[in-house]
């Protein structure tokens, strides 16, 4: 079936070192977020967004609050840009000579020019490369027609799962991109508070799973699923959940951590007569499933038409 929507496809596996170089760039930006923004809850304050020309890390504030800037890595005119409230404008070409430690010193430095003091744990995260940023010289792999279409599919995404986030009452995360997972996620809070978690758990896992959530996400494959795909997860994972119905057909569950989780593969939704409506019903499914069988007041959170207040 012809692709409705004209979304490009986005094969994993001949593209594992172009989308390794970006996620190495969207961790640095994403380490500088953490080490200056103020804390939220559930890590919602080191995120990056999808914007109208590509990947940004929304305002980071600095000298005590009273400026902010913001680093976007532009798909359209591909370059790297520092904006800041004082009417500063930097940026410098990304290409597929330019290695990770050129990405990071060059960043480093207009930082500096700008007087923007940051010191972040210069190495990546859970990613097996142990080297310092500055050091990393093997990726250098950008690849403006892959960021691209990347950058176009997932502007697409964060639009449907907007739309979705919108038909629940209770406590929803912005869509956001985590950067040490690569992922696209938006997620719903029940409000009642999950099971401690064991001591020696990650200090990323603590916060994230404070409470009951299903959480929805879209990333772009890795080594266990090499291709890009859609998910869901309900946490904690109540038993049952793998036998609940979802949408559409080509969905499932599989076990991922010791846990069920439903996966729709992007290909499988690209060639769909309603790209976003088969999105959305498998959004909606997910969550249906979780919240029932995690007891969830499904009533209670559903967000009705205005004709209908």
């Known amino acids: 079936m012809e692709n409705p929507l004209q979304l490009p496809n986005l094969p994993y596996k001949e593209n594992v070192q172009k989308k390794m170089?970006?996620?190495l760039f969207l961790q640095i930006i994403g380490k500088i977020r953490l080490k200056m923004t103020p804390r939220k809850n559930h890590w919602w304050y080191i995120t990056q967004y999808i914007g109208t020309r590509g990947f940004t890390s929304g305002p980071i504030p600095y000298n005590s609050g009273s400026d902010q800037f913001e680093i976007t890595i532009n798909v359209v005119d591909q370059?790297?840009?520092?904006?800041?409230?004082?009417?500063?404008?930097?940026?410098?070409p990304l290409h597929n000579t330019l290695t990770v430690a050129d990405f990071y010193k060059q960043l480093m430095g207009i930082l500096e020019k700008r007087h923007i003091s940051v010191s972040i744990v210069n190495v990546p995260f859970d990613l097996g490369i142990e080297k310092p940023f500055d050091e990393i010289t093997e990726y250098h792999h950008y690849d403006p027609d892959y960021t691209k279409d990347l950058w176009r599919i997932?502007?697409?995404?964060?639009?449907?799962?907007?739309?979705?986030?919108?038909r629940f009452y209770g406590k929803t995360c912005p869509v956001q991109l985590y950067w040490h997972s690569f992922d696209l996620v938006v997620t719903r809070f029940s409000g009642n508070e999950a099971p401690p978690m064991p001591a020696d758990a990650r200090l990323s896992d603590k916060d994230a799973y404070t409470h009951e959530c299903i959480s929805f996400g879209f990333w772009p494959g890795d080594e266990n699923v090499p291709e890009p795909a859609f998910y869901s997860y309900t946490y904690p994972s109540p038993k049952g959940i793998d036998k609940e119905p979802i949408k559409p057909a080509t969905a499932a569950w599989i076990e991922s951590n010791g846990s069920p989780m439903a996966l729709l593969k992007y290909?499988?939704?690209l060639n769909t007569e309603n790209p976003r409506q088969e999105l959305l019903n498998f959004l909606e499914s997910t969550y249906q499933a979780g919240a029932k069988k995690a007891n969830w007041d499904i009533k209670k959170f559903r967000v009705p038409d205005l004709e209908d207040l």
């Not at 370059?79 to 410098?92: A, I, K, N, P, Y």
Request: cysteine-free; glycine content about 6%.
């Open 21 to 23: 170089t970006l996620h």
């Open 79 to 92: 370059q790297l840009e520092v904006t800041t409230s004082r009417g500063d404008f930097d940026h410098f």
């Open 154 to 166: 997932m502007l697409w995404i964060n639009n449907v799962f907007t739309e979705f986030s919108g």
């Open 267 to 269: 290909k499988d939704l």
